[in-house]
């Protein structure tokens, strides 16, 4: 059933703006039918309180219907709310509209883009690690915005040449300042009426973009490490905040280094550069993972490719040790060495070096004076 659908029901309709245990701020729609009677009838009927927040916010449980079919509820969910309690700001979600995307890691539903935010500066721009996070958002398939901050403190040379280098991977950036509130209105424009995942290292100012974006918000700010040239985590769990001009920005959790935990064979789709290649031309064999194949469209002398191939490598040995995992007459384990190194080593065979507990030595004679018996 479709949200129009349940709105012309006259129930109540909301998205759910965080978790928090197992209760849901779900913040009701404005223009509802239902909210406007219900809203007349309270300034008409005293002792209630003669208004309530708009747009209005109710702490909810979910159903226990719900929960038996294994209906989760996510941050960015359309909800179904009933048996409101306005005094107490109460209700029950007895529903979830259908999805129009959702993401695992972080867990939100019906995002529309995700804003990576980077600086240029304090901490200093790593081609590597920006590399990483636009291809774990491509992987999501949604629409990626790149901003990168702190951009008063290079030179207009430095930042052409950085553009022109971004240019070239596919990307068209937005140079911004939230210190001196340059640019900050264009990032705006791009956030209007969509739900957007904002994103990348900690320390780049995603809670400083977002307080400017939003002026009644004041987010917790961190401070970047002076001995690790990285920002300390301010953001501790996922949250949806509604922008003035339209639409909801959500914050989540910072985090350095995005898992590769996408196919092998998808890689090379999530660079815009390689993309474009593949769109005139394709490789000779369907498979190909573009290393050392004949004929490969791909391989070739675009910045990014050493980037790829590690990446790749990344991305077989995850989908190694998932196939290990799986199987449990594998011979083989993963361990990891020092530095960030990791090789396959033999595992020993199960239980066969293992030590025979005392309890089982005692039952073994238990079992054994019962048979002589």
């Not at 239902?34 to 309270?42: A, G, L, T, V, Y």
């Not at 916010?57 to 038996?68: D, G």
């Not at 025979?356 to 048979?371: A, F, G, V």
Request: net charge neutral; proline share 6%; charged share 25%.
């Amino acid at each position: 059933m479709t949200g129009e659908n349940f709105a012309a029901t006259g129930q109540l309709l909301g998205t759910v703006l965080a978790v928090q245990a197992n209760f849901y701020r779900v913040q009701l729609d404005q223009e509802d039918g239902k909210m406007r009677e219900i809203r007349k009838m309270r300034e008409q009927n005293p002792p209630h309180p003669p208004h309530l927040p708009h747009p209005p916010l109710l702490l909810c449980t979910r159903r226990t219907r719900l929960k038996k079919i294994g209906q989760q509820v996510m941050v960015g969910d359309r909800v179904v709310v009933e048996e409101p309690d306005w005094a107490g700001g109460r209700g029950a979600i007895t529903d979830v509209l259908p999805r129009q995307s959702q993401l695992d890691r972080p867990a939100i539903a019906n995002v529309n883009q995700i804003l990576l935010v980077f600086a240029v500066a304090d901490p200093p721009l790593e081609p590597y690690q920006l590399s990483r996070f636009l291809i774990k958002a491509e992987s999501t398939g949604l629409d990626v915005l790149l901003c990168l901050n702190k951009s008063d403190l290079i030179s207009q040379r430095e930042q052409q040449q950085i553009s022109d280098r971004l240019i070239g991977w596919g990307y068209q950036p937005i140079f911004l300042s939230v210190k001196d509130g340059i640019n900050t209105d264009q990032a705006a424009r791009y956030l209007s009426n969509k739900i957007t995942v904002i994103a990348g290292p900690s320390g780049v100012g995603k809670s400083s973009l977002i307080n400017a974006l939003i002026d009644s918000l004041h987010l917790r700010v961190g401070e970047v490490s002076g001995k690790l040239a990285r920002g300390r985590h301010t953001t501790r769990h996922i949250e949806l905040f509604e922008l003035p001009s339209g639409g909801m920005l959500a914050d989540t959790p910072g985090f350095n280094q995005p898992d590769m935990d996408c196919i092998p064979e998808e890689l090379i789709h999530y660079f815009p550069e390689a993309r474009k290649r593949l769109a005139v031309a394709s490789c000779r064999f369907s498979d190909c993972l573009h290393r050392d194949e004949p004929e490969c469209a791909v391989r070739g002398d675009w910045e990014r490719y050493e980037h790829y191939l590690e990446f790749l490598d990344a991305a077989i040995a995850r989908q190694t040790q998932l196939h290990q995992q799986a199987d449990p007459e594998s011979t083989m384990k993963l361990k990891s060495k020092g530095k960030g190194q990791s090789q396959y080593e033999p595992k020993l065979e199960s239980k066969k070096y293992r030590r025979i507990s005392r309890k089982t030595q005692l039952q073994d004679l238990q079992e054994l004076y019962r048979d002589e018996e």
